[in-house]
């Protein structure tokens, strides 16, 4: 298994020289306490949990993979115990409120803690990260009292959390939900029903589950608008915090899994179990979409996380295999053979991981600062300001799912191409990475799930195109700012003329769509996967920039690692973003070929 490191250099760049997390976190009301000496003991705390207790249990615990007995749930050997440092650590509680027993910090330090852990074992991080989510939806819409319950095991990671949405019957169609939630004279429901594919919906690492449950009253209407929200813990929670009964939530079994197999993936069986409503009843789905929204950043990461480790592995792997003479002649004379480094189609593959990974690292941490805003305006009670950066956030929000964790599984694919036919064996670990990473594009949301929401809801729906002019607007504004220097000319030129055609995409696709709405399905992917291409120009172009003036000026890190990062935007702009133009082609071309041919002549057998 390729042995991680995480990538503070490449982290501290970007939060202190290119998007100034010092000064960010001085605007915020928690951020105080997120001192640049406090922020560095953080991320090495978290680098040193990563490398020493997570890193080393990720290929063991997919060799082993979870157990399940008689409605029991065990983890593989080695998780219990990195659970319980974690726990012990503090870490659940990082971005917490203090009135939780949380530390209170900015949520953006636990997404730099979330992304190590992330990288160093996915299959761990999902237990307290689902945790994260179901905190976030109890803090903003449960009762005061059902805060007071709840947060304070959960933010000190006693307990977990679990989201349940999917049935056997609907996955994204969550209007199909039928699980029924009946009242109870003392204010509580009756939870009867089956919820699929529940991420760490059963395990041994925490004394109890809070699932956070779909389910519909007798009442309710039919669809998506009559769906309420519901707190249903594994054991009944006291009013002191203990655990108290069994509340007949069951695990009917545990997926057989591709990837990520020492997470547990529960079929979890609801037998009138006591749950208790949060949010207004039939406004569930709502609700939900504050889980959701966390998940699909969180998932999102995951797209950065095995682009990082795949090329962290691939990279050793091709400083040291050495395979035939460079084309140009040899650059290892004393050797064998020259390393596979020195090989083009090599140096392809690692600078593909190597844009996607920094590239990608670049587009959360920007939209990490959009999330500092918005879950500070939670904190504040400000709804005016949490809807503003909501609304910013939501645009970025299915761009980021979509578009980084398909060239996360991209670049964990280059991954085991460049270990070759080692890279197929389980031995060196490459083929896990590929098997944990093609989840990230199908679950919170599979990536034409979220091309949808980017172009139906974000962009014609919502907002008119009004989102895609606010983002480009920043584009403009840094072209605008840099047009003068010579060096960043061949950027700007690109972002300039990048700008104007998502724009104009944009426009058409609002305009066909009046005569034609099958285009907008037809078009989502491609216009999605523009979007991504063209997000991630700009945040290269932006590093670039950044690079040059230290270059120049100087700057914390060393002449080398500027110049890589120039040269890492170069061959971004050079070899990566021109798919984007085929991305075009397919946002403007016709829907008829697409769906003109009868369903039964798809298959002529």
Same mark, same amino acid.
């Given at each position: 298994?390729?042995?991680y ?9 970007? @939060? ?8 960010? *976190?001085?605007? /915020? #009301?928690? %951020? =105080?306490?997120? $001192? ?26 997919d ?53 190590? @852990? ?8 999902? *237990?307290?990260? /689902? #945790?994260? %989510? =179901?905190?976030? $939806? ?40 039928k699980?029924k939630?009946?009242?109870n ?103 939900m ?48 053979a ?9 140096r ?58 398909e ?14 036919g ?67 000319r ?38 999605m ?33 500027y ?30 070929s ?6 039964d ?5």
């Amino acid at each position: 298994m390729p042995t991680y490191k995480a990538p503070l250099r490449d982290m501290r760049f970007l @939060m202190n020289e290119v998007f100034d997390y010092p000064k960010h *976190y001085s605007t /915020l #009301s928690n %951020g =105080a306490d997120a $001192t640049p000496d406090m922020v560095e003991a953080i991320l090495g705390e978290a680098a040193k949990l990563c490398e020493e207790v997570l890193a080393p249990l990720n290929q063991s615990g997919d060799l082993e993979g979870c157990h399940f007995d008689n409605g029991k749930v065990t983890t593989p050997k080695g998780f219990k115990d990195a659970y319980d440092q974690y726990v012990a650590g503090g870490w659940q509680g990082l971005s917490h409120p203090v009135e939780y027993g949380g530390q209170g910090l900015p949520m953006t330090l636990g997404l730099f803690k979330s992304e190590m @852990m992330g990288t160093a074992n996915w299959s761990f991080t999902m *237990y307290p990260g /689902l #945790s994260l %989510g =179901a905190m976030n $939806t109890i803090m903003q819409h449960a009762t005061p009292e059902q805060n007071a319950i709840y947060m304070p095991p959960l933010t000190e990671g006693r307990w977990t959390g679990t989201m349940c949405l999917t049935e056997p019957q609907c996955g994204t169609d969550l209007g199909q939900v039928k699980t029924k939630a009946e009242p109870n004279a003392d204010g509580s429901y009756r939870i009867t029903g089956t919820k699929i594919f529940i991420s760490a919906g059963d395990h041994d690492l925490a004394e109890n589950i809070i699932h956070i449950v779909l389910a519909r009253l007798p009442d309710a209407p039919a669809g998506t608008r009559g769906i309420s929200l519901f707190i249903v813990p594994k054991f009944k929670a006291q009013a002191d915090g203990s655990i108290g009964a069994f509340n007949n939530v069951n695990c009917g079994s545990i997926e057989h899994k591709m990837g990520i197999r020492a997470s547990a993936t529960c079929v979890i069986n609801f037998d009138e179990a006591e749950g208790y409503l949060i949010a207004e009843p039939n406004k569930g789905l709502e609700a939900m979409f504050t889980f959701m929204n966390t998940a699909r950043i969180g998932t999102a990461i995951q797209g950065v996380c095995h682009a990082e480790l795949a090329y962290q592995g691939a990279l050793a792997y091709a400083k040291e295999r050495r395979s035939m003479r460079s084309v140009s002649g040899k650059k290892e004379p004393e050797k064998v053979a020259d390393a596979l480094i020195y090989h083009g189609d090599v140096r392809r593959m690692l600078l593909t991981q190597k844009a996607i990974a920094e590239g990608g690292r670049a587009m959360v941490y920007f939209a990490g600062q959009y999330a500092d805003h918005m879950t500070n305006a939670v904190t504040e009670g400000d709804q005016k300001k949490y809807q503003h950066w909501d609304d910013k956030l939501g645009f970025l929000t299915p761009i980021l799912k979509g578009f980084l964790t398909e060239l996360g599984l991209e670049a964990a694919n280059h991954g085991m191409q460049v270990f070759g036919g080692h890279g197929y064996i389980k031995e060196h670990g490459m083929e896990q990475i590929v098997r944990d990473a093609r989840i990230s594009t199908l679950y919170e949301g599979t990536t034409g799930i979220q091309a949808l929401d980017l172009l139906g809801r974000k962009t014609l729906i919502m907002t008119r195109g009004k989102a895609v002019r606010d983002f480009t607007g920043i584009m403009l504004n840094f072209c605008k700012d840099h047009a003068l220097n010579s060096k960043m000319r061949p950027f700007v030129w690109q972002l300039s003329k990048l700008a104007a055609q998502w724009n104009m995409l944009t426009v058409r696709t609002m305009l066909t769509a009046r005569k034609d709405r099958e285009i907008v399905a037809a078009a989502a992917y491609d216009f999605m996967m523009y979007s991504g291409y063209a997000t991630m120009a700009y945040f290269w172009a932006v590093q670039a920039a950044v690079a040059f003036e230290k270059l120049e000026k100087g700057g914390a890190e060393t002449p080398e690692f500027y110049t890589a990062k120039i040269q890492t935007a170069e061959f971004y702009f050079d070899r990566l973003l021109p798919r984007a133009k085929g991305h075009v082609a397919g946002v403007v071309a016709s829907p008829k070929s697409l769906m003109q041919m009868s369903n039964d002549d798809f298959a002529m057998m």
